[in-house]
């Protein structure tokens, strides 16, 4: 089991920056792969960014490449979400989710994630 915390959204103007945080806790936290997700108002659940659970390797949506950053920090069971030069199209609650496996090739499918924290909403004013 594992179990997940979001924090660090709230609100910011266009081109400003945002960093978010996800607390984990499990046995398996550790060698999960972890991704965070996006939700808009009447928009389904996509990809943002994802970090395998076997080595520094990172994935991104083509319209967060660039200006987000993903990683972990494994001593302290925490992922992070940097966030820059934000457009208020990135206006969304963010979710971290973590896999059942270290990776997967479909790290972009909100189905290969089997525990999802709360989500946290980033708001972005133009």
């Known amino acids: 089991q594992v179990q997940l915390v979001e924090s660090g959204g709230g609100l910011v103007q266009a081109g400003g920056s945002l960093r978010l945080s996800c607390a984990g806790s499990?046995?398996?936290?550790?060698?999960?792969?972890m991704g965070w997700f996006r939700q808009a108002p009447g928009k389904e659940r996509e990809f943002v960014a994802a970090v395998s659970g076997n080595g520094p390797f990172t994935y991104y949506a083509d319209s967060v490449k660039g200006r987000f950053t993903i990683w972990r920090d494994g001593a302290k069971n925490m992922v992070y979400l940097q966030m820059n030069t934000l457009k208020p199209e990135d206006a969304a609650v963010y979710y971290c989710?973590?896999?059942?496996?270290?990776?997967?090739?479909?790290?972009?499918?909100?189905?290969?994630?089997?525990?999802w924290g709360q989500g946290t909403q980033v708001t972005v004013s133009s």
């Open positions: 499990g046995r398996t936290f550790r060698r999960s792969m």
């Open positions: 989710a973590a896999s059942s496996s270290s990776y997967t090739d479909t790290y972009s499918a909100p189905s290969e994630y089997a525990y």
